[in-house]
């Protein structure tokens, strides 16, 4: 029961800590979606470029 309860919580915490912000058009981003996921879910961005921006 208690490795149970242990778990639904470990699963909540990463579900929890793994959603990102949704970066409106025209927001700088990156690919790897580190700055958060552009809404429209496309990040333009350059291999000479630091950052992109949302599409």
């Known amino acids: ?3 149970s309860l242990v ?3 470990t ?3 990463v579900a929890l800590a793994a959603t990102s ?3 409106d ?3 700088a981003c990156n690919k790897d979606g580190s700055m958060g996921n552009c809404a429209s879910g496309f990040c333009m961005q350059l291999p ?3 950052t ?3 599409q």
């Open 25 to 27: 058009v025209g927001a």
């Open 7 to 9: 778990s639904i919580l």
């Open 48 to 50: 000479s470029q630091q």
């Open 1 to 3: 029961m208690y490795i």
């Open 52 to 54: 992109g921006k949302c």
């Open 11 to 13: 699963f909540v915490g």
């Open 21 to 23: 912000p949704l970066l």
